[in-house]
């Protein structure tokens, strides 16, 4: 899309074997929450550069285009006395570094905190509704002149060039394959690639805010979370397991889950706030497998494939950082078609 955007000459084909409306464990895009929380450290300036393009589109989506299911709502993240005291005394581990980059960005007064939290702050978050987020995406590429195609499953990343709608063999392949991008032949990665395994809830209940609480004794690897979505109903997490491929619900897991969420977030089970249910109420419960790679996302032309460009290795951050990701795309892509300019991809 935003390769259109940029030239509308070029002739796009979106080839997936899953496409939006899929739901599959090999395809991740639809077990997202999602929201806008960059990861990246005070010192990963790359992965800040990747993430601001990203909060400034999706307050652009929430303010003008209801079509995209974005919505803005407060976002608190919150930590434990636990977490705060492991911590020892170091404050700026729990300031991020967008701070001074997103709107309202504010410390929580103390007073305010509720029992067992040591700290938290606040800004201006955006949601994600990602079943309607993905079919928009889908149309917004037929409005603007892309062809979507769903492909077999490609072994060989040669192959790829197969599949342009045209008939005739793609001048550029975008390899965005997410989870299994390197055991593709032909994609040749050093790197460590590894699923980091999800596990959230969509309720019916609605919470009033974006609300995150980190320092969980004895389970370092879980964390609470939960994105109100604009259609009504929240997405409730989580856990990180890396390396962890079990695609079946953990149901002690969700208890706890639950059990946190109506701790910090009452007016989930309280029908005076928008009428919802006295106890909490699973549509489903989606397990998910984030495209984590060592040492972050792969953007880069192909060092022996001169058609190649890679975009894959997303992590936890593919909807966060999508515009930036491809923003770099695009540059690469302006390198390469001023050498040759009329192009397929
Ligand atoms: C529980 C959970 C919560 C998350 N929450 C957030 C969040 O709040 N914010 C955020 O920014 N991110 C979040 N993420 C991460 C985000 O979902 C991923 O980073 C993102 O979806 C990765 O997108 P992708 O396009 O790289 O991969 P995918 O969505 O997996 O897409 C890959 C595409 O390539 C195709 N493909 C792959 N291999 C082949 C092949 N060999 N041949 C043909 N086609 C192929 C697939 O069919 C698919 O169409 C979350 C993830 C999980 C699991």
Redesign the pocket.
């Known amino acids: 899309l935003e390769l259109k955007r940029w030239n509308p000459d070029l002739d796009i084909t979106v ?5 939006p409306g ?1 739901i ?1 464990p ?12 960059s990861f990246a450290t005070h010192e990963d300036k790359e992965l800040q550069e990747i993430d601001k393009p ?1 909060y400034k589109k999706f307050l652009q989506l929430a303010d003008s285009d209801p079509r995209s299911g974005v919505w803005k709502v407060d976002n608190v993240s919150m930590y434990t006395d636990y977490e705060v005291s492991n911590g020892k005394g170091n404050m700026k581990k729990f300031i991020p570094w967008f701070k001074d980059f997103v709107d309202d960005f504010e410390i929580v007064d103390k007073s305010k905190l509720p029992q067992g939290i040591g700290f938290a702050h606040k800004f201006k978050g955006v949601v ?1 509704s ?1 079943p309607t987020y993905l079919p928009y995406l889908v149309q917004q590429n037929k409005e603007i002149g892309n062809t979507i195609s769903r ?5 060989n990343i040669d192959d ?1 060039r197969k599949f342009h709608s045209s008939g005739k063999r793609a001048d550029y392949v975008i390899n ?6 390197n ?2 032949v032909g994609v040749n990665d050093k790197k460590l690639n590894f699923p ?5 809830l969509l309720v019916k209940n609605n919470a009033k805010i974006q609300l995150s609480v980190e320092g969980f004794p004895g389970v370092p690897n879980e964390m609470l979370y939960m ?1 109100p979505r604009k259609e009504g109903g929240t ?1 409730i ?2 856990c990180f397991f890396p390396g962890n491929t079990s695609i079946h619900e953990d149901k002690e897991l969700t208890e706890r889950i639950i059990k946190r969420a109506v701790k910090f977030a009452p007016e989930l089970i309280d029908p005076s706030y928008k009428n919802n249910p006295s106890k909490i109420e699973i549509v489903k419960v ?6 984590f790679r060592e040492d972050g996302a792969r953007v880069e032309l192909d060092k022996e494939r001169s058609w190649l460009i890679h ?12 515009f930036g990701l491809a923003k770099k795309v695009v540059e690469i892509m302006k390198q390469e078609l001023s050498k040759k300019p009329k192009s397929k991809l």
């Open positions: 080839a997936g074997h899953h496409l899929d599959d090999s395809y991740t895009s639809p077990y997202a929450g999602a929201n806008w929380h990203g994600v990602v492909i077999p499953n490609l072994f790829a965005a394959t997410g989870l299994h991008a055991k593709i980091v395994r999800g596990q959230v994105m997405i997490g989580g989606n397990v998910g497998f984030r495209p975009n894959y290795g997303a992590g936890a951050g593919g909807y966060q950082g999508s």
